[in-house]
């Protein structure tokens, strides 16, 4: 079976030539026993007024469609 991880970078893998071609990326930081995946936005996602949007609308989902027994996705700021 491929491990949580490999299949959370797979997901993201769909969607990161979208972030990319606006000048961002994301990184997974941790996933937690409790099924969260923490995560950073890069780049020029982590600075743009769309971000909750795209966290959402395209991070989120692109992860839970592959891996559903993810129950939810935070993103970690990187001042954090």
């Known amino acids: 079976m491929v491990d949580l991880m490999t299949r959370v ?3 993201l893998d769909t ?3 979208y972030l990319e071609a606006d000048g ?4 997974v930081l941790e996933i937690t ?3 969260v995946v923490k995560l950073q936005l890069q780049g ?3 600075s743009c007024p769309m971000s909750a ?8 989902q692109a992860i839970i469609k592959e891996v559903p027994e993810i129950r939810s996705i935070v993103a970690i700021s990187p001042d954090a």
């Open 9 to 11: 970078e797979g997901a």
């Open 33 to 35: 026993p409790d099924m």
């Open 53 to 60: 949007m795209t966290l959402k609308a395209g991070v989120e």
């Open 24 to 27: 961002g990326n994301v990184q």
């Open 15 to 17: 969607i990161r030539p």
């Open 44 to 46: 020029s996602c982590s």
